[in-house]
């Protein structure tokens, strides 16, 4: 508050200016609040900063970790790792892997799923083999057989989608469904092999499970590779030289992706 003035006869003008002179004092006020929410602001500030230093740290040791397990849980034995992914994965962080992490000395190979039966197209197949592409990673495309249906018209829609590079893996069939007789399911598998390797000159691999090998294609396609699924041990049958990748699990991890992938071993040294 002023302080009281001691001329107590003062002109009414004299009083005017008191008053204006309380007034203006009052108005400096505000300054206090701008003050307090600046500390506190600046505050608010201080703990994210904290909060988002805390989490990075807690990010970089968990996908540190990630790489550990990654690596131990590698079979003995082989001369190549490769992964193969598709719209399951979401959009999967290649650039982060293979310009900013180790993972570009620890992948060799990796396959892209680009077609399922006669009309569908994988909604990452694009994004993913340019991405590929651009970075300079081998890789590949496999078509998941809808054994339902002729295979001919599934081999056409996959050939309109993968067009073949000089640098390419060989194409794969992916074959994990039953088809009306084993009779039907192997001959649609011929056919489609057939065709596809009579259209790109490369003779095509054959992804499937261990279960399905052992109980449906060992006797079959002599003259073809393949491609093993077995999580739990190292089948024996790994020693047939037509195999040539396993799967060993559908449960890696990778930084910076949070669902799992699969993860295979090569016998040949890409």
Known sequence: MAKSNPMNAVTGNKRLKSTTKTTTRRKKTPKKNTNTFLYSTLIIIGILGGVLFLYHRYQVKKDINKLQNFVLNIPEGFKSVGIDVSHHQGKVPWNNWFSKSPLDTLIDFVYCKATEGSNFVDSEWNRNRETLNELGVINGAYHFLNPNTYSIPQAKHFLSYWKKRDIDL??????????PTDKILIDNIYDWL???????????????????????????????????????????????KRIINWQYTDQGKLPALDSKIDVNVSKIEF
Not at 172 to 179: M, R, T
């Open 170 to 179: 060989p194409p794969v069939l992916d074959v994990e469904q039953e088809g």
């Open 194 to 240: 057939e065709y596809v390797e009579k259209e790109t000159g490369i003779k095509p691999i054959i992804y499937t499970s261990l279960n399905f090998f052992e109980t449906k294609f060992k006797n079959e396609f002599k003259d073809y590779q393949f491609w093993i699924a077995s999580y739990t041990y190292k089948p024996a049958c790994i020693n047939d």
